[in-house]
């Protein structure tokens, strides 16, 4: 198991985190909370939906600090 796929373990769910996994020949990120995780794979709960990644094709992770928060919508 990689040391990203071991940090993600680590990690208790509903941390935020971002994931770089591969599809295919490219890399892309999963930015969102943690929210299940198996010996195989973890969920991560993105703006988009929920990101399954196996955890072999996981590169790199870590946590990261809460979303800021947003804007106020600008007067018309």
């Known amino acids: 198991m990689t040391a990203p796929a071991r940090l993600l ?10 994931v770089r996994y591969r599809i295919g020949a ?11 995780l198996d010996d195989y794979s973890c969920t991560v709960r993105t703006r988009r939906g929920d990101a399954v990644v ?3 094709d996981v590169t790199a992770a870590k946590p990261v600090p809460p979303a ?4 106020a919508a600008r007067p018309r």
């Open 9 to 18: 373990q680590s990690l208790p769910q509903g941390t935020r985190v971002v």
């Open 26 to 36: 490219q890399l892309t990120d999963a930015l969102g909370d943690l929210i299940a």
């Open 68 to 71: 800021p928060p947003r804007r």
């Open 54 to 56: 196996p955890l072999s």
